[in-house]
T-cell receptor, first 113, second 114 residues
Framework: EADIYQTPRYLVIGTGKKITLECSQT?????MYWYQQDPGMELHLIHY???????EKGDLSSESTVSRIRTEHFPLTLESARPSHTSQYLC????????????FGEGSRLTVL | AQSVTQLGSHVSVSEGALVLLRCNYS??????LFWYVQYPNQGLQLLLK??????LVKGINGFEAEFKKSETSFHLTKPSAHMSDAAEYFC????????????FGRGTSLIVHP
């Protein structure tokens, strides 16, 4: 049973639309992450958070933004989607200071037409 | 800075044959090492991890990996492949003296033939 949930699982939208990908976890983890995954490529870290009111940009530059108002919730927003944003987005969480083991959601596959 | 190299984007084996997926890393400090598996249309789940202690680590579904510091390697093996092992496998490294945020390799797609 998954303890980290992502919605929507699949989304097809037109260029210029605003979208929010939701991520929630019930494990009480402080750290949360967003990764972008494209076929045959590394998972690229685009955002992470150490806890409430903490957000940091990852290694891969992204036009998306995130917020962390509650421990369990870490939504990702694109103000104006473009075809270049077409990708799979994976949310993950981990306990602070413990090995770096991540717990992943099932992913949100975004297609921008 | 840390990095991970997975040799071979695709590995093809017959059912019942040995599975060997290669992972080499670079890290300025003794790392923590992980293997994750991703089945189609799902997120990643942890197969096994090395933090400290015994260098041969056993994971779920019969997989194991050995940390070899001298070779900076953490190869994943399974004695006998099953059709259900067909998936994408990711090696990852994290820095225990830093942020713990893992760096992932590009993944290896395991194909199992009947």
């Amino acid at each position: 049973e998954a303890d980290i949930y992502q919605t929507p699982r699949y989304l097809v939208i037109g260029t210029g639309k605003k979208i929010t990908l939701e991520c929630s976890q019930t494990m009480g983890h402080d750290k949360m992450y967003w990764y972008q995954q494209d076929p045959g490529m590394e998972l690229h870290l685009i955002h992470y958070s150490y806890g409430v009111n903490s957000t940091e940009k990852g290694d891969l530059s992204s036009e998306s933004t995130v917020s962390r108002i509650r421990t369990e919730h870490f939504p990702l927003t694109l103000e104006s989607a473009r075809p270049s944003h077409t990708s799979q987005y994976l949310c993950a969480s981990s306990e602070t200071g413990v090995t770096g083991e991540l717990f992943f959601g099932e992913g949100s596959r975004l297609t921008v037409l | 800075a840390q990095s991970v190299t997975q040799l071979g984007s695709h590995v093809s084996v017959s059912e019942g044959a040995l599975v060997l997926l290669r992972c080499n890393y670079s890290s300025s400090v003794p790392p923590y090492l992980f293997w994750y598996v991703q089945y189609p249309n799902q997120g990643l789940q942890l197969l096994l991890k090395y933090t400290t202690g015994a260098t041969l680590v056993k994971g779920i579904n019969g997989f194991e990996a050995e940390f070899k510091k001298s070779e900076t390697s953490f190869h994943l093996t399974k004695p006998s492949a099953h059709m259900s092992d067909a998936a994408e496998y990711f090696c990852a490294v994290s820095d225990p003296g830093g942020s713990y945020i893992p760096t992932f390799g590009r993944g290896t797609s395991l194909i199992v033939h009947p």
